[in-house]
């Protein structure tokens, strides 16, 4: 069983809609990254927390220590949004990171 | 100022032959990390090194190996390629502040990647 667990794998929209991704861990961890990675593999790094919730423009990561989950949301969705992303954990003891497989995003304008 | 970078793009070998990659991170950053992604096995931590030192190593065999110079740029060499080596490899770099001997968990900025073909 993977460290790291996202649902759904392939998730399609159209334009404006209101989108969630899941991140499921198993073990403690430090820390937990989303990153995103456009056609072509370039990667970037959208929230990195290990409580609570953060939010930057219609981007939202909330994370649940005691359930071992953390959810992005992208609010009002754009065809710009899509990518496929990823959720990373830094395990406790051990900072390298572990990843998960990643959720394809489509959205239709 | 200047995001990571990598050298090369892209990159054609073939078996048995050895490969060099370059990364430089970003202007004070103290921390680089290098990633193998590929279809099949997806994003998987390669090694990470601080102050030219190699502070964690990833499961890969002992062909996979890097440094990091005393200006922070690293490189990463893999030996004897095979044809599963074909990957896209990407570095990231942070700051690399630390709590007495433990890291703090930071944002990592990624570089364009290298993409390697082994033949």
């Known amino acids: 069983k993977n460290e790291v667990e996202q649902s759904p794998q392939n998730l399609t929209a159209q334009e404006g809609e209101f989108i969630t991704i899941n991140c499921s861990y198993s073990?403690?961890?430090?820390?937990l990254h989303w990153l995103q990675q456009h056609p072509g593999g370039g990667i970037v790094s959208l929230f990195m927390?290990?409580?609570g919730k953060k939010k930057h423009g219609r981007l939202i990561a909330t994370i649940n220590i005691q359930e071992k989950h953390s959810s992005l949301h992208i609010t009002a969705s754009h065809p710009r949004d899509s990518a496929v992303y990823i959720c990373?954990?830094?395990?406790?003891?051990?900072?390298?990171?572990?990843f998960g497989t990643g959720t394809r995003l489509t959205i239709i304008p | 100022k200047a995001g990571v970078t990598q050298t090369p793009r892209y990159l054609i070998k073939t078996r048995g032959q050895q490969v060099t990659l370059s990364c430089s991170p970003i202007?004070?950053?103290?921390?680089v990390s290098w990633y193998q992604q590929t279809p099949g096995q997806g994003l998987q931590f390669l090694f990470e090194?601080?102050?030219?030192?190699?502070?964690n190593k990833g499961n890969f065999p002992g062909r996979f190996s890097g440094r990091q110079f005393s200006n922070s740029r690293s490189e990463m060499n893999v030996s004897t390629l095979e044809l599963g080596d074909s990957a896209l490899y990407l570095c990231?770099?942070?700051?690399?502040?630390?709590?007495?001997?433990?890291?703090?968990?930071?944002?990592?900025?990624f570089g364009p990647g290298t993409r390697l073909l082994v033949l």
């Open positions: 990231a770099s942070s700051l690399g502040r630390l709590a007495g001997a433990r890291r703090y968990q930071e944002t990592q900025y």
């Open positions: 073990v403690g961890i430090s820390a």
């Open positions: 927390l290990s409580s």
């Open positions: 990373a954990v830094a395990l406790f003891g051990n900072e390298k990171l572990t």
């Open positions: 202007s004070g950053h103290r921390s």
């Open positions: 090194y601080f102050s030219e030192t190699q502070r």
